[in-house]
């Protein structure tokens, strides 16, 4: 029986955010996984000059101060994203502000970025010993609640975590700080991204590229605008790809956990995965595949991560289905993606990235 076996049920009778804090303290002193199998070759995924040993990843809010992105990794992740992080640090939002809806297998937060700010996360990257061979990591940047200045957080941000960073993101999607998601707009986006390019150092495998992080309840013209500013981006080198999709404010048809569904905040899981996968087919669509694309929102399985995968996504990411399933999930996954892949032609996941749009394997 495993650790997290023998953990499970006290975690899950605890209130949501203590038994997440108990999670990290435990993998921070050193109770997780200590042996790795290495991948199969056929998952290995080559995006921005970077080759990830395969493509399941770490989505960002699970380990906000990049305390145990070392730990996670070696549960079999090809990459662990780390934050959001801050400029200064911030207490978020009052307590209690995670909510599980069991029957759902989702989550509602309104964490509000709590984190300990870019300082304590530069210490904290600077050890990157930890990390299981060949795992990259992503370092999330988010403003703080009281800044007024959007673009100077994000370019301090950059600034002092850029050269810890195998990839950036400037998350402009979490629906719990107050006008966040208006600088998903492409006049906001365009300062943002000026202040970021030009504050960017070398990371551990060179300059590292910049993706923006979008909301699922984005409109169609949303889409269509940030497809452009995004095609657009790729060739003035403001940005290299976009992660679709962070929680969402709409509550979908369905939901059986009624009263925990009214609480206010982002809700992911389960019933996040049909509309973050349609919008992001709807951006490999319109992009024509050029701009690289991280597929998260609600996978709970290989199926699920292979939808993604053929819908366009290059890269996937899970959090929610993680914290229910525990970490023998990454295995189940990947050990599914090569039978998904090989039952409908592929000789490696690379080629199956958007081919629901592309038609069979030739
Ligand atoms: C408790 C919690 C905290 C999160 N915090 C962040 C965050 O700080 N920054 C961010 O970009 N996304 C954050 N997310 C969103 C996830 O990274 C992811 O986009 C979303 O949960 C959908 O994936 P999932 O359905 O696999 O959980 C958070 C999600 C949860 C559940």
């Known amino acids: 029986m495993s650790l997290y076996s023998l953990a499970r049920p006290i975690l899950s009778g ?22 790795m199998e290495p991948d199969d070759p056929r998952l290995s995924v080559r995006v921005w000059g970077r080759t990830f040993t395969n493509p399941v990843g770490l989505a960002a809010g699970f380990d906000k101060n990049a305390e145990v992105y070392g730990p996670m990794s070696r549960l079999g992740l090809g990459f662990v994203e780390v934050g959001s992080i801050t400029p200064l640090p911030q207490p978020g939002n009052p307590k209690p502000r995670l909510f599980r809806l069991t029957k759902d297998g989702a989550v509602i937060n309104r964490m509000g970025f709590n984190n300990k700010g870019a300082a304590e996360a530069e210490k904290n990257l600077s050890r990157r010993g930890t990390l299981a061979p060949n795992a990259l990591v992503g370092v999330n940047l988010g403003k703080n609640k009281t800044s007024e200045d959007a673009a100077e957080d994000y370019r301090i941000g950059t600034e002092r975590l850029s050269r810890y960073a195998d990839y950036l993101v400037v998350n402009v999607s979490s629906p719990n700080t107050p006008g966040l998601r208006a600088l998903q707009s492409t006049e906001e986006l365009s300062a943002i991204l000026t202040a970021v390019k ?81 919008v992001l087919a709807a951006f490999y669509k319109q992009t024509g595949g050029a701009v690289p694309l991280i597929g998260v929102g609600g996978i709970a399985s290989g199926a699920d991560a292979y939808a993604k995968i053929r819908a366009g996504a290059s890269l996937v990411q899970l959090y929610t289905a993680l914290a229910y399933a525990g970490p023998a999930l990454v295995t189940e996954i990947k050990r599914d993606l090569l039978r998904l892949m090989q039952a409908d032609g592929f000789t490696r996941i690379a080629t199956a990235i958007g081919a629901d749009h592309n038609g069979p394997p030739g």
């Open 14 to 35: 605890l209130d949501a955010e203590t038994a997440h804090n108990l999670t990290i303290r435990a993998l921070a002193l050193g109770l997780g996984p200590r042996r």
């Open 198 to 278: 030009q504050a960017k150092q070398e990371g551990p495998t060179g300059a590292p590229p910049v993706l923006v992080k979008v909301a699922p309840d984005l409109t169609d013209e949303d889409i269509a605008d940030l497809s452009r500013f995004a095609t657009n981006g790729l060739e003035d080198g403001l940005m290299d790809g976009l992660i679709v999709s962070n929680t969402t404010i709409a509550r979908p048809d369905g939901l059986r956990d009624g009263k925990m569904a009214a609480e206010t905040g982002g809700l992911s899981g389960r019933p996040l995965f049909d509309r973050a996968t349609e």
